[in-house]
């Protein structure tokens, strides 16, 4: 049942239908009160905001589902050393604030870390990667570890911490109602707190490499809105198989999907893969990245030079 709300659920925001589109209407009674209260949520925190003592860079969306938060926020903090990333690690399996790696070191495991989290502690072998569902102890850990600036993973839903403000935006949106009617966490007007808006297609477009691909492979996905992988899949796959975003997958069964198939490896995304080390099986990777308009660079490191340069003139953290 969850599995089949969950398809819907992203028909409904991202591919409707006629007949969705009366669905979304009939839950307009649930999404006005539930943006309404976002709205109010935003201005309350917003009046609690926190400065923290280095540079924080908010990489978020308003929208539910995967818009490329975590290979935009690889991208950013890439070119950066001794800088931090916080995130919440969804899909992990500790609770707390967890310090996943340090430079030259990662320090948990992807059931401790998350997926996302692990991925980028791979691809940031430079940064400090932490995860925690309160984000003002993440970047109280990361200052504690020394970090010179805060890449604050899926940053838009906390208004109470002071920073640059990125918002992603998919280059449609075919439903513009706020939850349950539609994919919004907030309504879309609250794209106006936004210091930059980046729009897929005008400011940054995915670049998908495949790595060790093979004649017959099985897709096996547990990422939001499979389908966005369809323009990026190259020839050989003989199956898909789709699962809830970040789930945790079973060895024997896959196993056992390389047998019904006849297929000679799993077509994964990085963030899958990193759940399956151990388990010895055949992987043919989809790595993702992102090619951005230089504009988007230099908005961030414009923003760092000045950052740094205040705390140059004011205190310590200054690199």
């Known amino acids: 049942v969850d599995a089949f709300l969950v398809r819907y659920a992203e028909r409904l925001y991202f591919r409707p239908r006629i007949l969705d589109r009366i669905v979304s209407l009939l839950l307009l009674p649930l999404a006005l009160p539930y943006g309404a209260l976002a709205a109010v949520r935003r201005r309350i925190l917003a009046h609690r905001r926190v400065a923290s003592p280095v540079p924080v860079v908010g990489i978020g969306n308003l929208i539910v589902g995967g818009t490329g938060k975590t290979p935009m926020t690889i991208a950013l903090a890439s070119p950066h050393r001794g800088v931090a990333v916080v995130s919440r690690g969804y899909g ?32 940031l072998p430079e940064a400090y990667v932490i995860v925690s569902e309160d984000r003002l102890a993440g970047i109280e850990q990361a200052l504690r570890e020394g970090a010179k600036a805060v890449f604050l993973d899926d940053a838009f839903s906390h208004p109470e911490i002071e920073k640059l403000e990125l918002l992603l935006e998919p280059a449609r949106i075919p439903n513009p109602l706020p939850l349950p009617a539609g994919p919004f966490r907030e ?11 980046l729009r897929e297609g005008r400011d940054f477009r995915r670049i998908v490499r495949g790595e060790n691909l093979r004649d017959r492979m099985v897709l096996v996905t547990s990422i939001a809105r499979p389908e966005r992988l369809d323009p990026h899949l190259p020839g050989g796959v003989v199956a898909r198989y789709h699962y809830p975003d970040h789930a945790w997958l079973d060895s024997e069964h896959l196993r056992g999907l390389l047998r019904k198939h006849g297929a000679d490896s799993l077509l994964m995304t990085e963030k899958d893969a990193v ?43 200054a690199p």
């Open 92 to 123: 992990r399996k500790s609770r707390g604030t967890v310090l996943v790696s340090r430079p030259g070191e990662i320090l948990a495991g992807v059931e401790e870390a998350g997926d996302e989290a692990m991925v980028m502690a791979r691809r």
């Open 275 to 317: 759940k399956l080390e151990g388990f010895k099986l055949p992987i043919s990777l989809l790595r993702l990245e992102l090619a951005l308009d230089p504009a988007v660079r230099e908005t961030v490191d414009t923003y760092l030079r000045n950052a740094y340069a205040n705390e140059n003139r004011n205190g310590p953290h």
């Open 187 to 197: 309504f879309p007007s609250a794209s106006r707190y936004a210091d930059r808006i």
